[in-house]
């Protein structure tokens, strides 16, 4: 079985440039989560879906931040425009319910110059 | 939000040696994990352990909800076993919530 699969695994960008994120959960797996670890730092959640709607956001900064999922499948992370304290890895994370294990891809490792 | 606190931060142990990793937090939750992160910053997940107790080879842990912390034990440790050891509670509305980890190095 898949893993959750994410892209790009690195990015490069220079500040103020937009940039996003792709993740692909298991397949059955109704729960998608975008978490961002800081270097030195445990993960920390910025969104959670339920199918295709975002349940709970409530620590996306969402003056440049934005996160959909279409279809409830794939999912995509912006930032618009990056900042330099944006640098971090992007985590995709999935469970077939809110309440079930969590399965993380390989992350997003984004450094904003 | 949930409070969690892993022990020790660090921890370097010689190939063989056995080890204890602790969790507390400061709330009830619908579910732990414990995970291993890699050196390419993979998160592998070790156990999904809400409460009592697994074992999965070498390793095992043991979740006591009603005094909210979880054990892992590493035994026979080996060179692969490094990298960071991360503590999650939570899950339902509010996902998980990571502690800061357990840093370990396995020597020759």
């Known amino acids: 079985e898949a893993g959750v699969v994410q892209s790009p695994r690195y990015k490069i960008i220079e500040k103020k440039q937009p940039v996003a994120f792709w993740c692909n959960p298991i397949s059955g797996h109704n729960t998608l989560y975008w978490y961002l670890q800081n270097l030195g730092q445990g993960p920390e959640l910025l969104i959670r879906y339920e199918n295709e709607e975002a349940v709970d956001d409530s620590q996306l900064p969402k003056d440049r931040f934005s996160a959909e999922r279409l279809k409830g499948v794939d999912s995509t992370l912006k930032i618009q425009p990056a900042e330099l304290g944006d640098s971090a890895v992007y985590l995709c994370?999935?469970?077939?319910?809110?309440?079930?294990?969590?399965?993380f891809g390989p992350g997003t490792r984004l450094t904003v110059l | 939000g949930i409070q969690v606190e892993q022990s020790p931060p660090d921890l370097i142990l010689q190939e063989g040696a056995n080890s204890t990793l602790r969790c507390n937090f400061s709330?009830?939750?619908?579910?732990l994990q414990w995970f291993h992160q890699n050196p390419w910053g993979q998160l592998i997940n070790l156990f999904y352990i809400p409460s009592g107790t697994k074992q999965n080879g070498r390793l095992s842990a043991t979740t006591v909800a009603t005094e909210r912390y979880s054990l892992l034990y590493i035994s026979s440790s080996q060179t692969t076993d490094s990298g960071v050891y991360f503590c999650?509670?939570?899950?339902?509305?509010?996902?998980?919530?990571f502690g800061k980890g357990t840093h370990l190095i396995i020597q020759p």
């Open positions: 994370a999935s469970s077939p319910d809110p309440y079930s294990e969590q399965f």
């Open positions: 709330d009830s939750v619908n579910n």
């Open positions: 999650a509670p939570g899950g339902g509305a509010d996902g998980l919530t």
